[in-house]
């Protein structure tokens, strides 16, 4: 079992910058790959960025990519979002999720961990 708590939310101007945390419990959390996934009101759950078990290879949304960054510290049981140039289209809900294979996804149904969420607001 995994818990996964995220912070770092809050409101910011466009342009802006925010860093998400996201932090997990647990002695194997390097082997598992994480997710970072948002939802705006009346959409579907999306994936912004992954990275993967141990090598820390990461994916990128094309909206996102440029701006976001995934990372990583296993020793802290920690993994990031660093949202640069911030676009009123990147308010939503922000979640990270584990994912057990280690290999990642950007398919949500995969994860199988999730945190309770931490909103993120764009303002113009």
């Known amino acids: 079992q995994v818990q996964l708590v995220e912070s770092g939310g809050g409101l910011v101007q466009a342009g802006g910058s925010l860093r998400l945390s996201c932090a997990a419990n647990?002695?194997?959390?390097?082997?598992?790959?994480m997710g970072w996934f948002r939802q705006a009101p009346g959409k579907e759950r999306e994936c912004v960025a992954v990275?993967?078990?141990?090598?820390?290879?990461?994916y990128y949304a094309d909206s996102v990519k440029g701006r976001f960054t995934i990372s990583r510290e296993n020793a802290k049981n920690t993994v990031y979002l660093q949202m640069n140039s911030l676009k009123l289209e990147d308010t939503a809900v922000y979640y990270c999720a584990a994912e057990s294979t280690g290999r990642g996804f950007f398919d949500p149904m995969r994860y199988d961990y999730w945190g309770q969420g931490t909103q993120v607001t764009v303002s113009s």
């Open positions: 990275i993967i078990n141990w090598s820390g290879i990461t």
């Open positions: 647990g002695r194997t959390f390097g082997s598992y790959a």
